[in-house]
């Protein structure tokens, strides 16, 4: 699906050589700093190389207009971002970006309990802590129903429970519906249980690339 070919972005990173597969979940594990996220946003094409070239199924991220590209390959930041509004409003507003038609009230209440956020859709966003307006990002981006999900540190403001149910959700999710998920983790417990590869990363580089299961 991507495929790195000599990729570099200034001083903070070097991949030579790197595939992320199709209908896969790969992790990209490695300490703060380490080029996890700026992949990421290399795959979004948020920034572009300095050097080499990524290719998305077999086309130069170059030739391909980034609007339509961040409709297959969407992106969830790590600090979610949050739009003036009610609920409904910041569910509906990717959709709404696309030119797309808003659920009905009762597919968006269905998504609120996937990702387990008991809230009105009427209620405004802004009164929602932060481990809410993460779930409640997460929602949204599954909204989408994008070919691909980059996940910057999906449950970095949730609770044990609720992160093992999340992965739990967000896995049977991607691997029932055939969707591909790169996400950065700190927990390589969190890697190791739910990844099918796991890329390490250190400096800029990637370290070692392995599948955690075997």
């Known amino acids: 699906m991507f495929e790195f070919m000599d990729v570099g972005y200034g001083s903070m990173l070097s991949v030579p050589d790197l595939r992320i597969g199709d209908e896969q979940i790969t992790s990209l594990v490695g300490v703060s700093g380490s080029g996890k996220t700026t992949v990421l946003r290399l795959l979004n094409k948020m920034i572009s190389p300095t050097r080499g070239k990524i290719f998305f199924q077999g086309v130069c991220l170059e030739q391909i207009n980034p609007v339509q590209h961040r409709r297959n390959v969407v992106m969830l930041s790590q600090v979610p971002v949050i739009f003036k509004g009610t609920i409904r409003d910041n569910l509906c ?35 929602l802590s ?7 990002a997460l929602a949204r981006v599954l909204l989408l129903d994008a070919r691909v999900y980059l996940l910057d540190e999906p449950s970095s403001a949730l609770d044990d429970d609720t992160e093992e149910f999340i992965f739990d959700m967000l896995t049977s999710h991607a691997r029932q519906t055939g969707k591909t998920i790169v996400m950065v983790t700190h927990s390589r417990i969190i890697a190791r249980r739910y990844a099918d590869v796991r890329i390490e990363m250190a400096d800029g580089k990637c370290v070692q690339r392995a599948c955690p299961h075997e």
């Open 93 to 127: 507003v990717g959709l709404r970006f696309q030119e797309r038609k808003a659920p009905e009230d009762t597919a968006l209440n269905r998504i609120l309990k996937d990702v387990r956020l008991a809230k009105s859709l009427d209620l405004n966003a802004a009164r």
């Open 130 to 136: 932060g481990g809410e307006r993460q779930r409640l």
